[in-house]
């Protein structure tokens, strides 16, 4: 059989999704962000969701997410995306409003707008993209950087003395009444990638069906920022920042927020 | 329809013109002296008439962010606050002015710097004219004079604002803001649906409809010479507006010898300084900017031909008279005079600066 006798519809098993842009990312090889990306544009087609869908993107390495899937976004200043999320989903409550931020975005200049966007109980879906740096800006440290974890502003290691604790924010989120499901995932194997793309789904039909605020935590890869191999920083991730941030999730109310 | 009229201060009337107008979200945050705006809506609860979204943000900072996001979905959005928290908005604001996403910002100035006081004051001039925030841009200003006009700026904000995508600025005072006064109420106007929104401004955030590119906002590119062109165009836009857009007033100017400049409430107190002069048989007039940017400037300096001698008072230490300055050069000599931290002068100091 040639190769052009292969290539028919009936013999395909894995495409890009439909609202994947056809254009290069900017993304590190071996970065979580592409896959990330993927699934939410795979998700949004199988829901249907295209025409009331909007995305926020983070100041971050997602600031260009608007390039890749192909659907309405707004680029919000560093740390906002909550507040810009709860104003969107509350001018158009039957669509999907969703942030897609990192660490540094969420969870250190935009704590106080997703700690309370979340306690609101706002029917959005955060994407929480955790790789324990600042990967855009070249590898600082972030909120989430571990104890001991070398970074180019903590170049001999996180030291409480000097630099604190890292947050657990996204335990944090799980305590707040106005949170519904809050959930951890990784994208670093084939089956982590498809509890991740359910974790995706049922936030987001959670937010459609007004049950208060889903946040979806993927623990992520930073091979650059960690001057790691893609393979090497894969085992680094499942050793490490599992272990600081166990995948599972910490919250899921079946009937969502009582409001 | 019956005429409505009623006795309110000026933050409420910011509010009620705000349900009337089909504004279809305020998002804010408490700050003295403009608290009474998001008081008024709470209490006047349009979410269940208009369907009008009110919410008080965790800080000033979420508040201009929802209404940067709010703006873009295509949708009449407002904040209000006063000076230290209008400080806090400059981030929003600038990326509104980037992004081109319309919206209101109310500031109900108060005196400064810093946390300053909760008296009134006008030294927000230069932050709301100069842009305010980082980069290349303005905000369109309009000063309010009286509680009327807090109500009837409302509406007028909204459609400057959509009309060249760019946020616009009410600039009031705590005088204005706290004083009661007789107003007619704007008349009811529908909020847009999402086919009208859809049809009416297509760059909006509404959800891609099949066939359609996406619209994305943002105010980033990585490529100078795409961020100079963008530039460009947001400058020819400023033009367009400079060009179209000046508003203000006279009052007795035909006679006049001398003429005030003054905006806001200071132009009000000189009303009162006039009719004072004019009793001794002083000929003063007045020129009141309505926008503060666009700046009257070409009107200002034609009054100013066949002035003696120029007064520009403000409730600050001297900052529209820098744009009179401008605008007049050396052909009349001009002198300010002003209050500042919260106090405010009254009609009879004027005239004796006048005077003297």
């Given at each position: ?53 909007i995305g926020i993107c983070p100041v971050g390495?997602a600031v260009?997410a608007y ?6 976004w707004v680029e919000a200043a560093h740390g906002r995306a909550p507040a810009v999320a709860s104003a969107l ?8 409003v969703f942030t897609y931020q990192g660490?540094?975005d969420l969870?250190?200049i935009g704590?106080?707008e997703t700690?309370?966007a ?8 955060i ?133 | ?60 900072v979420a508040?201009i962010n929802m209404?940067y996001g709010?703006?873009a ?18 981030e929003g604001?600038?990326y509104m002015?980037?992004a081109?996403i ?103 955030a ?11 906002f943002t105010s980033l ?136």
């Open positions: 059989m040639t190769k052009e006798e292969l290539i028919s519809p009936e013999n395909i098993v894995y495409e890009k999704p439909r609202l994947l842009n056809d254009v290069d990312m900017h993304y590190c090889p071996g970065c979580s962000h592409s896959m990330v990306h993927k699934l939410v544009a795979e998700v949004i087609d199988e829901m249907n969701l295209e025409e009331r869908t390495c260009f390039r890749y899937i192909d659907i309405d989903n509350r001018m158009w409550p039957d669509h999907l660490d540094g969870a250190c704590t106080g700690i309370h979340l306690n609101r109980g706002e029917n959005i879906t994407i929480f993209i955790n790789n324990a740096i600042y990967g855009m800006t070249g590898g600082q440290m972030a909120p989430t950087t571990l104890m001991g974890m070398k970074t180019s502003t903590c170049p001999y290691g996180r030291q409480a003395d000097l630099h604190g604790f890292p947050l657990p924010i996204t335990d944090m989120a799980a305590t707040l009444n106005g949170t519904c499901y809050v959930t951890r995932q990784a994208v670093h194997t084939v089956a982590a990638i498809n509890r991740t793309k359910k974790a995706l789904r049922k936030a987001f039909e959670n937010s459609l069906q007004h049950k208060g605020a889903s946040l979806v935590e993927i623990v992520s890869t930073c091979n650059s920022g960690w001057k790691m191999s893609p393979i090497k920083a894969n085992e680094w991730m499942e050793q490490e920042l599992f272990k600081a941030y166990p995948l599972g999730d910490l919250k899921d109310l079946e009937e969502g927020v009582i409001k | 329809m019956e005429e409505e009229y009623v006795l309110l201060k000026g933050n409420e009337a910011i509010a009620h013109a705000a349900i009337r107008c089909g504004c279809d979200g305020f998002f804010g945050y408490p700050i003295t002296p403009q608290s009474e705006v998001l008081e008024t809506l709470s209490l006047e609860k349009p979410w269940e008439t208009t369907g009008m979204v009110v919410l008080q943000a965790e800080s000033e508040s209404i709010g703006g979905s295509g949708k009449r959005v407002m904040t209000s606050s006063s000076s230290p928290g209008i400080a806090l908005m400059q604001i600038t002015a980037g081109e319309p919206g209101l910002i109310v500031n109900v100035q108060r005196g400064g710097p810093g946390l300053g006081t909760i008296q009134p004051s006008q030294s927000d001039y230069n932050q709301a004219t100069r842009g305010g925030g980082n980069g290349d841009y303005n905000t369109i200003v309009l000063a309010p004079a009286s509680v009327q006009e807090m109500a009837d700026f409302v509406d007028l904000s909204f459609e400057l604002a959509f009309k060249y995508r760019n946020p616009a600025m009410i600039l009031s005072d705590g005088v204005i803001g706290q004083m009661m006064e007789k107003v007619k109420l704007p008349p009811f106007k529908a909020r847009l649906t999402r086919e009208q929104i859809e049809e009416r401004y297509p760059w909006a509404t959800g891609r409809r099949s066939g359609r590119t996406p619209n994305i590119d990585l490529s100078p010479v795409v961020m100079e062109e963008h530039n460009k165009h947001l400058q020819a836009k400023y033009a367009e507006i400079r060009e179209k857009e000046v508003r203000y007033s006279t009052y007795k100017t035909e006679d006049a010898e001398i003429l005030i400049v003054a905006f806001g409430s200071a132009s009000r107190i000189c009303k009162k300084t006039i009719e004072l002069c004019r009793e001794q048989g002083i000929k003063v007039g007045m020129i009141r900017p309505i926008t503060l940017w666009p700046f009257p400037t070409v009107a200002i300096r034609e009054l100013a031909k066949r002035m003696k001698q120029v007064f520009c008072i403000e409730i600050n230490a001297g900052q529209m008279v820098q744009d009179v300055r401008l605008a007049i050069g050396d052909t009349c000599p001009i002198s300010h005079y002003g209050r500042m931290g919260g106090m405010v002068p009254t009609p009879e100091e004027i005239v004796n600066v006048i005077k003297q």
